[in-house]
């Protein structure tokens, strides 16, 4: 025999081209809105979930490690990262973490405190599902509480566009510490 079929429903699960950088976005209706959008990217956007595990049966004699029943979560390290080629004081205020815009709009200045509103929601959603020419589904990742981890970064180039590198940690919440603070969507297209 020879292995190699792919499945039947192939076109419908691959998630293809860059990912849009949103402040709102409703996985009910899939809209978007042109207001929504953070800023305009190169290279799309990288998103991980890393667990880090701990063993309750560290260190019992007779023990093996790595047994199922004493594996739990101690933490999650869940970041977005990416580069955005547009920049407004809105996106470099998020990405210096803690910062204030003066009343003009203009100017941007960094603090050393950190307020409840410097942590933000935002999604990252792609295009997900291609099934005979039809579109309409999509992948999404709804972080919450993110925040700048890497600060505000500019990469100028000669006789090219300006880049800003964006790092973004989700982070848990006292109000309900059980909550991871993201949450991933994938849709099919709907076939007519």
Known sequence: MKY????DTLPEEIQFGAALFLNEFDPET?????????AASSGGFSFKDTPEFGDAFEGIDHMPANTKEGKYIKSRSITCSGTFVTIT???AKSAMAAAD?????????????LKDEDFEDFWIVADYSYNNGEEGGYMAVHMMNALSQDGFSWQTTDKAKGQFAIN???HYSTKDIKKVPY???IKKAEVA
């Open 183 to 185: 949450e991933a969507y």
């Open 101 to 113: 815009i003066d009343v003009d709009g203009i100017k941007i200045t960094p603090r050393d405190d």
């Open 4 to 7: 190699d079929l792919v499945r």
């Open 89 to 91: 004081p809105e996106v």
């Open 30 to 38: 899939a809209s978007v809105k042109a207001s929504a959008i953070r």
């Open 168 to 170: 973004y940690m989700a």
